[in-house]
């Protein structure tokens, strides 16, 4: 037993010994990524070799995302621009060495919001006091953010020359995109710099609200932002949380996104939107939010871990975390109601406690889409009327 414990303790002490290249040199799945940075090392070393950042953890691309790139796009993802590629590296640097462990428990089934190291491009949004005190203060969990949901544990160890056949975590990024993350546990995927794991394909860097929504085919949203002319507003404010309803949702609710004129329009939209960013591993249950139509949202958190559900007023989270430049998007089963018409007078003052992400209302952006576009709100009550009725019928 003895002997075991010395040796493992050797085979740690070895693995946090060596660089992110000589660790990842031994894994076959990632010889194209492992050629790559020797090509590239001065380019790669910038970033991964600046001791200056660590503790980070990498995920790395495996042998099959640099083939479906060069499959879905014509060019190797190795002959891109040196700028396209920091892009790159920098969404794939996470900011805090993380184990499989970070990413099993009962919070990774529930999902993590973890900031990466690319910070000047696709990232128009401020980090939250609790993001910014789990990893590192403001300055370095400032970089736009991944989402990572993981797969029920496994008894089976992974081993580095094999990787079908194993559950493995998703990991979000921009339009939506969902790619698999293989979690390496124990000493695996260690290196002095912190850790890394291993990804099936190119993260993909959150884009503008417009294109982050018709990339999720929700036409009736589209429609509804079109009507009211919100998108350059949309697109160019900081820090937003859009609820966005589903498809479904705005055809049960008698596609308000045609039938209503655009003052009314704009009102139920204003209605759906928060002026911080809200990521779902941060709501809890009892929560509360000020919207830009100057309503309450309420949040009901039901469940933990893979269980968990979330309700925005009478509406279910269906599609968490829709990640976009300037925030995120929620999909909703339903078109919110107003909270006085579910159960009753909201509280007066929102509930804004350090779990919340964003910053203060004040210090952001997103109050500009009020400012620019809509400046007499209808009563709540009358787009309560105008916006459910159909419902009723």
């Not at 002997?3 to 000589?22: H, K, M, T, V």
């Not at 911080?276 to 100057?294: C, H, I, M, P, R």
Request: charged share 15%.
């Amino acid at each position: 037993m003895l002997c075991l414990i010395f040796y493992s303790l050797l085979a740690a002490q070895a693995a946090r010994g060596q660089n992110l290249l000589e660790a990842i040199s031994k894994v076959p799945a990632l010889s194209n990524f492992t050629a790559f940075y020797r090509n590239n090392a001065a380019f790669a070393n910038a970033l991964l070799g600046n001791a200056s950042n660590y503790p980070i953890t990498f995920l790395a691309p495996n042998d099959q995302a640099f083939a479906s790139y060069q499959e879905r796009n014509g060019i190797s993802l190795t002959s891109l621009p040196p700028a396209t590629l920091l892009a790159v590296l920098q969404y794939h640097t996470l900011v805090s060495s993380l184990s499989k462990e970070n990413l099993t428990g009962d919070s990774g089934r529930a999902g993590n919001t973890i900031p990466t190291m690319l910070t000047t491009q696709n990232n128009n949004r401020s980090v939250g006091i609790s993001m910014a005190a789990r990893f590192g203060g403001s300055q370095r969990a400032s970089g736009q953010v991944v989402f990572i949901r993981s797969s029920e544990p496994s008894s089976n160890r992974f081993l580095l020359s094999r990787q079908n056949g194993l559950p493995q975590s998703s990991i979000r990024s921009g339009l939506s995109s969902d790619l698999s993350l293989l979690a390496l546990e124990g000493d695996q995927g260690i290196w002095d710099g912190g850790r890394f794991h291993i990804v099936d394909g190119l993260l993909t860097p959150p884009q503008l609200c417009a294109r982050t929504i018709r990339s999720s085919n929700l036409t009736s949203l589209d429609n509804a932002l079109n009507r009211t002319r919100l998108w350059p507003s949309l697109d160019g404010s900081k820090n937003v949380t859009c609820l966005g309803p589903s498809n479904e949702a705005f055809a049960r609710a008698g596609n308000p996104d045609a039938g209503l004129n655009e003052t009314a329009l704009t009102d139920a939209i204003l209605f759906h939107t928060l002026d911080e960013v809200a990521y779902s591993d941060y709501l809890y249950n009892g929560q509360e939010f000020k919207t830009l139509q100057n309503g309450t949202v309420r949040v009901r958190v039901e469940g933990q871990g893979a269980s968990r559900s979330v309700w925005f007023n009478n509406a279910k989270l269906i599609n968490a975390n829709v990640l976009t430049h300037n925030g995120l998007m929620h999909v909703l089963d339903a078109v919110m109601m107003p909270l006085e018409q579910i159960n009753g007078t909201p509280s007066s003052t929102p509930s804004h406690s350090p779990s919340a992400t964003g910053p203060s209302p004040s210090a952001t952006g997103a109050a500009n889409i009020v400012q620019v576009k809509y400046h007499m709100l209808l009563p709540v009550s009358i787009l309560a009327i105008t916006l459910y009725l159909p419902m009723a019928l």
